[in-house]
């Protein structure tokens, strides 16, 4: 069975350091990855996704993943945070065979706590 | 992306009652729809696929007729949480998948509160 691997429950850093989430996965056939975030109270909101391509994605919002077959992992870095960045944040992994799409498996989550 | 609904956002309700959550995809239709719910401060969990039509596919240790799933038409899904009691207190999101697509989308959320 698949798995997701979130190392860091709880990250706290300073606002304008940079920042590495660690996400791993485990999984014999070929993958999505996704990063959600998700806002107090809120659901969650698609930050980025690895399908196929570039190992390097990147959001809107300044934040990037690297996908790493050979460590099955996908962490999520960004150079600078600000304190809107504040959130839970998880990774999740599809896997897709020839009977097309399958679930997400959902990590622990990490939650990002930008200090002023 | 795919614009998704939840109603209500929030609800208390009483031992022994019955709740119904409704997820509506508000621009595209789906022909999929997945149930989660997340325990506070945990991931969410899959409770059950959503098939536009036919029955759902509930995850292993998910009581089916516990928790009733309604795919009537292509932009609704309805969840219903039948007796519930105070360990169902819960958030409960809905996604949806658009056909042919390879990401989830999901509704805000829905927090259950059995008292």
């Known amino acids: 069975a698949q798995s997701v691997t979130q190392l860091d429950s709880q990250v706290p850093v300073f606002e304008e350091a940079p920042v590495e989430l660690r996400c791993n996965y485990s999984s014999s056939v070929s993958v999505y990855l996704f990063w959600y975030v998700q806002y107090p109270n809120q659901g969650l909101q698609l930050l980025l996704k690895y399908l196929s391509g570039s190992t390097l994605v990147e959001s809107i919002n300044g934040f990037e993943a690297e996908f790493n077959k050979s460590q099955t992992s996908f962490h999520l870095r960004k150079p600078s945070v600000h304190i809107s960045d504040t959130a839970e944040y998880f990774c999740?992994?599809?896997?897709?065979?020839?009977?097309?799409?399958?679930?997400?498996?959902f990590g622990a989550g990490t939650r990002l706590a930008v200090l002023p | 992306g795919a614009v998704v609904s939840q109603h209500p956002s929030w609800v208390i309700c009483k031992s022994g009652t019955s709740v119904k959550i409704e997820c509506r995809s508000l621009?595209?239709?789906?022909?999929?729809m997945f149930w989660y719910r997340q325990f506070p401060k945990q991931s969410l969990m899959l409770m059950a696929t959503s098939n536009e039509g036919s029955k759902a596919t509930y995850e292993q240790g998910v009581e089916k007729d516990k928790f009733l799933i309604n795919h009537a038409s292509l932009t609704l899904s309805t969840l219903t949480v039948t007796s519930a009691h105070p360990e169902d207190s819960s958030f409960y999101i809905c996604s949806l998948r658009l056909p042919g697509g390879n990401e989830q989308f999901f509704g805000p959320g829905t927090r259950l509160t059995v008292l």
């Open positions: 621009d595209f239709q789906a022909t999929t």
């Open positions: 999740a992994v599809s896997d897709y065979d020839r009977g097309g799409y399958n679930k997400l498996i």
